[in-house]
T-cell receptor, first 116, second 112 residues
Framework: DAGVIQSPRHEVTEMGQEVTLRCKPI?????LFWYRQTMMRGLELLIY????????DSGMPEDRFSAKMPNASFSTLKIQPSEPRDSAVYFC??????????????FGPGTRLTVL | QKEVEQNSGPLSVPEGAIASLNCTYS??????FFWYRQYSGKSPELIMS????GDKEDGRFTAQLNKASQYVSLLIRDSQPSDSATYLC????????????FGTGTRLKVLA
């Protein structure tokens, strides 16, 4: 089975540009998580969805960040406008919420974002 | 503020030795615990999950959970240079959400 798929794997952009990161969760999983990882701050949860509905976006740093999940197999994280301090690796993870599941999360390969 | 604490390391062990990685958590009611391995430049990979007090073994890995003392550990037997990575401890939040709270990770170096 395919794991979590993210695109692009690398993104280099200039300050002020719009950036869109994409994620396809594991088929059958109904929870999706967006994380950001930097050396300074470690792994931070930005937002997560359950059954395509945003549940907790308290980790989204500011209004420049937005996330959507229009269906069970696709999510986007958008940064507009981007700033150099947004440079990080962005991970998407998914998990299944069946009745007896303990909700193991599986990570995608990540998108390395560099904002110049 | 719910917290998961790990020693950042690096923890250096010789090849063939047992590596012991520790994690403490602040929320006494936590029920689900996970260890992830992250190689440099790669994504976190789930290697162990544990939910009950005691030991859980999987190959060279053993997870240990002590809820009374609020710690969870990961033992790696017969450590290999390929085990050199950062190990992240994660605890599932119990407030009715499905969030994980991650520690900052312990960097393990296995010396050949």
């Amino acid at each position: 089975d395919a794991g979590v798929i993210q695109s692009p794997r690398h993104e280099v952009t200039e300050m002020g540009q719009e950036v869109t990161l994409r994620c396809k969760p594991i088929s059958g999983h109904n929870s999706l998580f967006w994380y950001r990882q930097t050396m300074m701050r470690g792994l931070e949860l930005l937002i997560y969805f359950n059954n395509n509905v945003p549940i907790d976006d308290s980790g989204m740093p500011e209004d420049r960040f937005s996330a959507k999940m229009p269906n069970a197999s696709f999510s986007t994280l958008k940064i507009q406008p981007s700033e150099p301090r947004d440079s990080a690796v962005y991970f998407c993870a998914s998990s299944s919420l069946s009745g007896s599941s303990y909700n193991e999360q599986f990570f995608g390969p990540g998108t390395r974002l560099t904002v110049l | 503020q719910k917290e998961v604490e790990q020693n950042s390391g690096p923890l250096s062990v010789p090849e063939g030795a047992i590596a012991s990685l520790n994690c403490t958590y602040s929320d006494r009611g936590s029920q689900s615990f996970f260890w992830y391995r992250q190689y440099s430049g790669k994504s976190p990979e789930l290697i162990m999950s544990i939910y009950s007090n005691g030991d859980k073994e999987d190959g060279r890995f053993t997870a240990q959970l002590n809820k009374a003392s609020q710690y969870v550990s990961l033992l790696i037997r017969d450590s290999q240079p390929s085990d050199s990575a950062t190990y992240l401890c994660a605890v599932k939040d119990i407030s009715g959400t499905y969030k994980y709270i991650f520690g900052t990770g312990t960097r393990l170096k296995v010396l050949a």
